[in-house]
């Protein structure tokens, strides 16, 4: 039998609110076209179900259940929201293709960002 506690309960009510609250936006994405960033989706998405592991670790097995919902829901946005931008913009290509795109796209921002702050590091040490 599964023992819960209180922070159990309290854990998965929190979490499946959070569930609910997005499927408004599960439903722009599915039948209005919206798109979601895909990257902030996707990573949410993963975070979502490393949490899930955690509380399945530390044995608070409902809220993991719940935690696994809202990850789910993530993953749904994230999938439906690049095949949105697929359809609307390359509607030729395949999805792993517009994935691969959008992730170069995306390896290219974060290097750019990451050498602005190299290089703003390095200006502010030569000051000094």
Known sequence: ???????????????????????PQLRD???????????????TSLLG?????VFATLGLWISMVGQGLVATVWMLLACFSLR????RMF??????????????????GVAFTVAGSVKGLFSRISRE
Not at 84 to 87: D, E, L, P, Y
Not at 91 to 108: I, K, N, Y
């Open 84 to 87: 949105n931008v697929r359809n």
């Open 91 to 108: 509607p030729d290509e395949s999805l792993a293709s517009v994935a691969l795109d959008f992730f170069t796209v995306w390896v290219q």
């Open 29 to 43: 994405v599915l039948s209005r076209g919206a798109v979601l960033n895909f990257f902030s989706a996707l990573f």
């Open 49 to 53: 179900y490393s949490m899930a592991l």
């Open 1 to 23: 039998m599964i023992n819960t506690t209180w922070q159990d309960f309290a854990i998965t009510g929190i979490t499946i609110l959070f569930a609910v609250m997005l499927l």
